[in-house]
């Protein structure tokens, strides 16, 4: 079972209590973008085989939206932050990296 960190709570959350948004970071397309990034948006993702970041919204708690960056094949969890950031934190980055070598983020992994 996944289990995450609620960055809000403190709080260590198994995916029961959790309800997934997707892929985290993305750039949000308007009025007035062409139809091609408008259509990328709504409909196209990230499938990565290892690093990714995702939405994740402490449904049965809080009601806060977070970020939490884990891996898609082993499930290890990186961390968790909140929402309200255009990027992950540095040491976030910093500790997979660590982890990971040659992951750096922004390069689609
Ligand atoms: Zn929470």
Redesign the pocket.
């Known amino acids: 079972m996944l289990i995450l960190r609620?960055?809000?709570?403190?709080?260590d959350?198994d995916e029961t209590d959790l309800h997934a948004g997707g892929q985290a970071h993305l750039t949000r397309e308007g009025p007035g973008s062409s139809d091609a990034d408008f259509e990328d948006y709504l409909f196209m993702r990230e499938n990565p085989k290892g690093v990714h970041f995702e939405r994740w919204r402490?449904a049965y708690?809080?009601?806060?939206w977070?970020h939490a960056a884990r891996c898609t094949v082993s499930l290890e969890v990186f961390g968790t932050y909140p929402a309200q950031t255009l990027r992950p934190p540095e040491e976030l980055c910093d500790r997979i990296a660590a982890k990971r070598p040659g992951w750096s983020w922004g390069r689609g992994e």
């Open positions: 609620c960055p809000y709570c403190g709080v959350v402490h708690g809080c009601g806060k977070f």
